[in-house]
């Protein structure tokens, strides 16, 4: 999230103008760590990471934001400790064949083998343990991707594109080590593709590898247009190159090849090609199954032309609350068959906390109150134009509106204080307390309480803070529901002070049994392993045919106990949803992205056999590196 300007701060000089992932805030925290592990020794690079700093502030607020961490003091660390280096410490990185050969494609300064850059990347595509034996490249365009791929051919040297990392993130550093990452090689970061063009006459843009969803959506939104919404920070082209682009909004705007018109690809052998180009072979085709996993793309996307969809000006959003999961998934596949909204999803109480609560503790304190005193477990979310919020309306007694979401937003702190109060309790002793307070006086009453204002909600930041977050909080799009959604930033709020592991995959609507069952697998798995865990969410797709499901388990990234059982987590919720059948895992969607749902989904799998499951897990040991690996 520092890599982009969700919070009109400006970006990170220092980033901006190298960068390299080390001049970046959430690079200099993976160099801060290798210096403090004596994994590297300073260089000539470090005193320019150091210096390019500015201590500006704004890394501090972008993060806090999300995380609550304050990552200037990362900065100022370094700028400490360089300004206590004797001359004699710091070493010269020689240069070498290769890496002259990587400047004459890209120009002098997006090349370098330096490790005091190499382990910024580390835990998103280079292995923690790993011996820094890389070549990180900045490439501009599709034809330098081209030449830096034959270039590494020609001296049979392996490759591996990095876009924002964020697919990588969660899982690479544990179960994925193997599968996702780089042993060795050149690093061929695409930050540097930035290409961005609205073409509002035919509802398309042309969107460079470099360029994220965030930046995407910002451009489309001046135009009075909308992507499909991935992750804010998350690079849209590695975004339809890993799982075609899984949103809430993909009932409505579609999924998979539905995302694009066109892409320009680089294969591994460095030829360049696109999807319209005459004569290439079906580029929708795919190896359906358990046995054809892939964890890295064979071609590396550098360009697409990817659809826009209109914005109405009457879209509004509206919760409904629900006691039972099945009561909440009803409600949720009526409205995807029938077309009913253009985002939709059933989010759990935990989801909805983290959300709307500005800090951890409040989103615990918010969530014990909608689960123990409101009986508040789930929500179904509609984004939607008047007429689509009316049929809402008419299906359910009560619904949480725009109006009662922006108290909550400006309110969560003085929301968590009520956890103990005489008014929650006479609340809970109601037959529904979600009837009681959602359709009775006490809605008014509870708003009142509230006392939601930018000035309560900026009293839990820091004090030096304060000011500014009192300026975010008073712009309209931050309590504004709609915008949130299509902007995907308070989900990053799901990181905060911690990681998560979110398996899943798509299932037939048509038998809410076996939805129930496959859910309540995953619950079961994460008891066993007593981990914190929780479903995500659940969306349908293609017209209400299927639904995806997202359910995460939650760890200390620093505990290698936990990552050892989120690695067993991953694998055994995969398998068991192999032999219970007409499911696709999240195994199934990494890097088939770009071909047809058709293809992907149809027809749905029925459960493997036993022998099968013993040609999985031999699968997995190939493909993730031995069972010690998880």
């Known amino acids: 999230m520092c890599r982009i300007d969700f919070l009109g701060t400006g970006l990170c000089p220092s980033g901006k103008k190298h960068g390299y992932l080390a001049y970046w805030p959430q690079g200099r925290m993976e160099l801060v760590k290798h210096l403090n592990e004596g994994r590297i020794k300073p260089t000539e690079k470090l005193l320019e990471i150091a210096n390019s700093c500015s201590l500006c502030g704004i890394c501090d607020k972008q993060c806090n934001f999300t995380t609550q961490l304050r990552p200037e003091k990362v900065a100022r660390a370094i700028k400490e400790y360089v300004n206590n280096l ?12 290769i890496l002259r050969g990587l400047r004459e494609i890209v120009g002098e300064e997006w090349a370098t083998n ?22 990180i490249t900045m490439p501009e365009n599709t034809e330098q991707v081209s030449k830096i791929i034959k270039f590494a051919n020609k001296h049979n040297i392996p490759f591996l594109a990095r876009s924002g990392g964020t697919t990588c993130s969660v899982t690479a550093s544990y179960v994925l080590v193997k599968a996702f990452s780089l042993d060795h090689g050149i690093v061929i970061d695409l930050l540097r593709l930035k290409k961005l063009e609205i073409h509002p006459e035919s509802s398309t843009a042309t969107v460079g ?62 030829i360049i090609t696109k999807h319209s180009d005459i004569g290439i072979l079906n580029p929708y085709s795919a190896e359906t199954g358990f046995a054809n996993v892939t964890m890295t793309p064979s071609k590396i996307i550098t360009e697409a032309i990817v659809k826009l969809h209109p914005i109405f000006d009457d879209e509004a959003a509206v919760f409904v609350p629900f006691t039972h999961l099945k009561d909440a998934l009803s409600m949720l596949l009526k409205l995807g068959k029938r077309d009913v909204g253009l985002s939709l999803a059933v989010l759990s109480a935990k989801y909805l906390a983290e959300f709307l609560s500005p800090t951890f503790q409040i989103s615990r304190d918010f969530e014990d109150i909608c689960k123990n005193y409101l009986k508040l477990n789930w929500v179904v979310s509609v984004i939607g134009t008047k007429d689509d919020i009316k049929i809402v309306e008419e299906m359910t007694e009560y619904t949480m ?46 708003e009142k309480s509230l006392d939601p204002s930018p000035e309560q909600v900026a009293k839990v930041y820091d ?110 919720t995969m398998e068991q949803s192999y032999v219970m059948g007409k499911v696709i895992t999240l195994l199934d969607y990494l890097f088939k992205g770009m071909y047809r749902k058709e293809h992907v989904l149809y027809p749905l799998p029925e459960g493997i056999s036993k022998d099968d499951q013993v040609v999985f897990r031999q699968l997995l040991e190939s493909v993730l590196g031995g069972e010690e690996t998880w």
């Open 86 to 97: 004797d001359k004699s410490e710091i070493q010269t990185v020689p240069e070498d064949d």
């Open 401 to 446: 509106d725009q109006s009662l979401l922006k108290s909550l937003i400006l309110g969560a702190p003085r929301f968590s204080t009520l956890k103990d109060s005489e008014f929650l309790r006479i609340l809970s002793e109601e037959d529904d307390p979600l009837k009681s307070l959602f359709a009775g006086p006490m809605r008014k009453h509870l």
């Open 114 to 135: 330096d490790p005091n850059i190499i382990v910024s990347y580390t835990m998103s595509i280079i292995p923690p343990d790993s011996e820094l034996k890389y070549y």
């Open 463 to 572: 004090p030096d803070l304060q000011d500014f977050f009192k300026k975010v909080y008073s712009k309209p799009e931050m309590t504004d529901v709609v915008w949130l959604h299509a902007f995907r930033i308070l989900p990053t709020r799901m990181l905060r002070q911690r990681m998560f592991s979110g398996p899943g995959g798509s299932i037939w609507s048509g038998d809410m049994d076996h939805i129930l069952k496959w859910i309540q697998m995953f619950a079961d798995v994460g008891d066993k392993y007593q981990l914190e865990h929780s479903l995500g969410f659940i969306t349908p797709l293609d017209h209400g045919n299927f639904v995806y499901m997202e359910y995460d388990y939650f760890f200390d990234h620093n505990d290698p106990e936990l990552g050892h059982k989120i690695s067993k987590t991953f694998i055994e």
């Open 209 to 270: 590898a470099g360029i994220t969803t965030f930046e995407l959506q910002n451009a489309a939104y001046t135009h009075k247009l909308r992507a499909l919404a991935a992750e804010a920070g998350a690079h849209y082209c590695s975004n339809i190159a890993t799982t075609g682009i899984i949103s809430t909004w993909g009932n409505n705007y579609g999924g998979f090849a539905d995302n694009f018109v066109d892409v320009t690809q680089v294969d591994e052998k460095g």
